[in-house]
């Protein structure tokens, strides 16, 4: 008989799981289901194209059972709550669904009603929608005070906001208004950007482009009337534009479930990617509550463990120790304008590496994004890892 595994999110973890999934096992041995309420896998990182540069964004969204193998049977609803111990998923239809395992790749969800006026006064890129409204906002702007940041943590991507400052510093030179603009980057941290070693690398950057950075930056408010944004600080900042990452939490499946921290993020082992507390439910991508970056490269690496854990349980064996441990391995893009990416890389065995900026990185991302979607079927195009140091340091 046939072991039923459900997993729930069509994004880059959903589906690489149940690609890499039915890849290796049998009908015989496993049917596998891909539940997703949406039907459409869009390319996240191209959202601030969208914004800045006019670009369709029909291009980067695509219909999710297209990308899926023949073996995958994918479910077009809403999962509404989750009972590990009955094995059992409820539905927005209705119905119900019974499974052997399941895999968690629900990703986040933006909450900006956690911070008044944020909706009403801010602009963001982590959505199609705030996108095209971006799009429209700057078509209009004429110079002033820009202000980017980021109004809650954890976020999708940490790069996005230094990466988006950089873009628009670049858009304002190019329209003639950068000399009518001051630019300021909101950070919560003590540092531009999340990881210490990168961020001395890229604070020189901002300071030459004439960005000023403004660190433990924690935003309470938004009066979008008076555009001004107010700090837990006690600071305060005007604005003519401001573009700020929105608070995100777990998904309302993890919450309503019982699963979640206070935030909705999954207790996640760090190495075997499984639910804590439960041995047939797994965990992986933005879903987890691990300390690491919530990018679409972590979910991808996760995908392969995720794949061999609950593949080693079907077939009675133990999990490979190697491709069946997760290993905190992390490669993300920084864009730091002017035809220059940088390489971000780090796993447990070696502190965050910056690679670059160069042309050739552009080259390597460019050539990553043309070829997304086979990716989502055969896995990273580029091994951007073997440029880390040999063994620990």
């Not at 439960?278 to 992986?284: P, V």
Request: proline fraction near 8%; charge should be neutral; aromatic fraction near 8%.
């Amino acid at each position: 008989m046939s072991a039923g595994i459900v997993i729930i999110g069509g994004g880059v973890a959903g589906v690489r799981t149940a690609n890499l999934l039915a890849a290796r096992l049998p009908a015989a041995r496993a049917h596998i289901r891909l539940l997703d309420a949406g039907g459409r896998h869009a390319y996240q990182p191209a959202w601030p194209s969208v914004a800045l540069d006019g670009a369709d964004p029909g291009r980067f969204s695509r219909d999710v059972r297209s990308l899926l193998h023949p073996r995958v049977d994918p479910v077009l609803d809403e999962a509404r709550r989750l009972d590990p111990t009955a094995g059992k998923v409820w539905l927005e239809s209705g119905a119900t669904m019974s499974y052997d395992y399941a895999v968690l790749a629900t990703g986040t969800r933006i909450d900006r009603d956690a911070v008044p006026g944020l909706e009403e006064g801010t602009h963001d890129c982590y959505s199609v929608e705030g996108a095209l409204r971006l799009r429209e906002a700057l078509g209009s702007f004429a110079g002033g005070t820009v202000v980017v940041g980021i109004a809650g943590v954890p976020y999708p991507c940490p790069p996005a906001p230094v990466e988006f400052a950089l873009r628009l510093d670049e858009w304002l030179r190019r329209r003639g208004l950068r000399d009518r603009t001051a630019m300021r980057y909101l950070s919560p941290l003590n540092r531009a950007f999340p990881i210490e070693g990168p961020s001395r690398e890229i604070e020189p950057i901002l300071e030459e482009r004439g960005i000023a950075v403004h660190t433990f930056v924690n935003v309470e408010e938004v009066d979008p009337a008076g555009r001004r944004l107010y700090s837990l600080e006690g600071e305060s900042f005007d604005y003519d534009l401001a573009v700020l990452v929105p608070p995100h939490r777990g998904s309302r499946l993890v919450t309503d479930s019982g699963l979640g921290d206070p935030g909705g993020w999954v207790p996640t082992d760090p190495a075997s990617l499984k639910v804590r507390g439960y041995d047939r439910l797994f965990a992986l991508g933005d879903a987890t509550d691990l300390p690491i970056s919530k990018a679409g490269s972590t979910a991808h690496f996760e995908a392969g463990v995720v794949a061999e854990q609950v593949a080693a349980a079907i077939e009675g064996r133990e999990p490979d120790p190697d491709a069946g441990t997760y290993r905190g391995r992390v490669v993300c893009f920084l864009g730091v304008g002017r035809g220059r990416t940088a390489v971000i890389q780090f796993d447990a065995d070696h502190p965050p590496h910056l690679s670059g900026p160069s042309r050739l990185w552009t080259a390597a991302r460019r050539a990553f994004r043309a070829a997304y979607w086979r990716t989502m079927r055969t896995g990273l195009a580029f091994r951007a890892q073997r440029l880390l140091p040999r063994g620990p340091r």
